[in-house]
């Protein structure tokens, strides 16, 4: 029996993959230009890659409106705001101190690592074990990456890692949201008959 989505999970998963596109952007970007070798044809990939995600995520928003929309859970709402305040809190308070400590090259990784941490709450709030693979994604690069690269390429390395992982958190999370609507197909306007029952 196949389970009718509901707005709010297509939605959200739209919402995630939006920003994981587009953090994985920045980090992409990031990790181009520290490595030096940012160049049309680098840049060319990453629109081409941006544009097909962000297709994807539109197409989804355009999905969810087809199905029944659930209350708004205003206790998850503000335990996700908590749990991402902790993690600025906890990014900015790392940049200071090892900006002050003159270990700069490892805060991208310790960035990366706090990313990666924070996803694990938001698994269990969500409901979505997705979000526990790329957490202990983005720790194990962090920490490999710290272990493993020169500390001279080290943030350049660390970003481009770092990117590669959020687009393919993101991929992931729409191809399975896209293979959901098309499982469901033609199963909205029966369930709002039963709910209208």
């Known amino acids: ?9 297509l939605s959200g998963r739209a919402t995630g993959s939006l920003f994981f596109t587009g953090f994985g952007t920045l980090w992409l970007t990031l990790g181009l230009y520290l ?13 081409a890659g941006l544009a097909v995600l962000l297709l994807a995520v539109f197409w989804l928003f355009r999905q969810a409106r087809r ?5 708004e ?12 305040a902790i ?30 941490v924070h996803l694990f709450p938001l698994a269990r709030l969500f409901r979505y074990p ?7 994604a983005l720790v194990l690069w962090a920490s490999a990456s710290v272990l493993l690269v020169p500390a001279v390429h080290l943030q350049g390395v660390t ?20 293979a959901m609507v098309r ?15």
């Open 87 to 116: 993690q600025w809190a906890a990014v900015i308070l790392v940049s200071f101190v090892f900006g002050r400590l003159h270990i700069d090259a490892y805060v991208l990784s310790a960035i990366t690592a706090i990313v990666g």
């Open 1 to 9: 029996m196949t389970t009718t989505p509901t707005a709010n999970q």
């Open 73 to 84: 859970d205003q206790i998850r709402n503000r335990a996700f705001r908590r749990i991402n």
């Open 159 to 178: 970003a481009l890692g770092t990117g590669i992982l959020l687009w393919l958190s993101a991929a992931t999370t729409l191809g399975l949201a896209i």
């Open 67 to 71: 199905y029944p929309k659930m209350p």
């Open 130 to 136: 997705m979000h526990n693979v790329t957490g202990a």
């Open 35 to 47: 490595r030096e070798i940012v160049s049309a044809g680098t840049l060319a990939a990453i629109a």
């Open 183 to 197: 499982r469901s197909a033609g199963a909205p306007a029966a369930n709002s008959d039963s709910l209208c029952a």
